[in-house]
């Protein structure tokens, strides 16, 4: 809220006469954020897939960078350890539960808002992911624990140079999490969120292989629903 009053003081001048000069003031009264919380239970309805960088992946890059060159040219390609590379897809957390990124369902409903014409920059400022834990490898990295058992799965993939490898990563099917968003709800009102979640699940998705991904039209994974009151009830992403 802002208010403008008008008022006038004398200020004096070099020939020494006097003037009234109407002087505008302006309080600015800025209401403190109105932030609320809400939990929503998100099932799966297609495999959920994560990918990791892996340690040894950065690590390479590293040292290629520290060589003063990003080519690796000549260099013999090592040989792939594809359990090893399994594990390091995955987000596992310091109490040993799998997750996937928070920062992911965020960045995704920010995306949805192009739906509904809301201001994605508007978004960005309204609604967060609480975290439920932290990688243990990457504490930087905030996670939403995964309900659901981890599978090993193997695709094909293309570098830019258009050659084939094998892309090795952890699956989840099926599954669910529950998710804690805090919003402001002078932007968003609680219908609104639960609606924006509902069309990331069904229109962007999460993870690897989303339909809203960046690199392609998706694999079909990531989507989900949100549970009805019966199935949040009887707990059903324990």
């Not at 008008?6 to 200020?11: C, D, L, N, Q, Y």
Request: net charge positive; charged share 25%; hydrophobic share 35%.
């Amino acid at each position: 809220m802002s208010t403008l009053t008008k008022s006038k003081t004398r200020i004096a001048v070099e020939n020494g006469q006097a003037d009234e000069t109407p002087i505008l003031t302006q309080r600015v009264q800025i209401s403190p954020p109105n932030i609320q919380k809400a939990k929503f239970l998100i099932i799966g309805t297609a495999p959920l897939v994560t990918h990791k960088f892996s340690a040894k992946a950065q690590e390479i890059m590293r040292n290629t960078m520290a060589e003063g060159s990003l080519s690796r040219k000549g260099k013999k390609r090592e040989k792939a350890d594809f359990e090893q590379l399994y594990q390091e897809a995955r987000y596992v957390s310091n109490d040993g539960w799998d997750g996937f990124n928070a920062s992911g369902p965020r960045s995704a409903m920010i995306s949805a808002c192009r739906l509904v014409g809301y201001k994605m920059v508007l978004a960005k400022l309204s609604v967060f992911v609480v975290a439920d834990g932290y990688d243990a490898k990457n504490p930087e990295i905030p996670l939403v624990r995964i309900q659901g058992k981890p599978e090993r799965i193997e695709t094909v993939g293309r570098v830019q140079s258009g050659s084939a490898y094998i892309i090795v990563r952890p699956k989840y099917f099926p599954w669910s999490a529950t998710v804690n968003v805090e919003y402001d709800a002078d932007q968003f009102t609680y219908t609104d969120v639960s609606n924006l979640l509902m069309r990331v699940g069904r229109q962007v998705g999460i993870c690897e292989g989303r339909p809203d991904s960046k690199e392609s039209a998706g694999m079909g994974w990531g989507t989900f629903r949100l549970a009805n009151e019966e199935e949040v009830t009887h707990g059903r992403a324990k």
